[in-house]
């Protein structure tokens, strides 16, 4: 296949830039390849379901901070390949990346057709790692890949500022539900992500 030998090197570099922001401009000088056949590689991994791009969330246009997509690995099998590396998450390095990947992956497989799946950052630097919009309800979600026994700034003064009363926290094993303000913060093990329509209807009622 043509450029298939850039199309492996652009995989191989996704898996080592310790992020998932997607920066053409960086990428491309890091590679030596132009940003016109940097977006043809990426539209192929695409279409061939390598990579999900996932866009960010606005609510305020202006305060947002670029329009800077995220990319994640649609298979971890493929990830774990290109770096050779299979060895357990608990002595993984890359863990963090992983199972935010991990929890990316369950979360477009299980949410909702008519829900979206975005991230937050801001020019303040407030991120949340993944925001699930619903017909009725904007629901934050925050990562963590070790025991996370209390609610991140982050994503408390995410609820706060846009007066939202649900959140998600996936951590390695608490599982509680924790009220703090006017807001309902669940705690869930991130090896459940797999079941989000389910935990979606039992702890998001009304």
């Not at 132009?34 to 695409?46: A, H, M």
């Amino acid at each position: 296949v043509e450029h298939s030998g850039n199309i492996i090197k652009l995989l191989k570099y996704l898996t080592q830039i310790n992020t998932n922001y997607f920066k053409k401009s960086a990428i491309s000088n890091d590679i030596a390849i132009s940003n016109y056949d940097l977006w043809k590689y990426i539209w192929v991994l695409k279409e061939t379901f390598f990579i999900k791009m996932l866009k960010p969330f606005f609510i305020n246009k202006i305060k947002t901070i670029s329009k800077t997509n995220e990319v994640f690995f649609s298979d971890l099998w493929i990830y774990n390949f290109l770096l050779k590396n299979f060895n357990e998450i608990s002595i993984r390095t890359d863990k963090w990346i992983l199972i935010e990947n991990f929890v990316f992956v369950e979360l477009s497989k299980t949410k909702n057709i008519l829900d979206e799946l975005y991230f937050y950052r801001d020019k303040n630097q407030l991120e949340v790692d993944f925001i699930l919009k619903q017909s009725d309800r904007i629901i934050p979600i925050e990562v963590k890949s070790w025991t996370y026994n209390k609610i991140p700034a982050n994503l408390l003064n995410f609820c706060v500022k846009n007066n939202l009363t649900k959140a998600i926290l996936f951590n390695k094993d608490i599982f509680k539900k924790e009220e703090k303000k006017w807001i309902t913060i669940f705690y869930i093990p991130y090896f459940l992500a797999w079941r989000l329509s389910c935990l979606l209807k039992e702890y998001l009622k009304n």
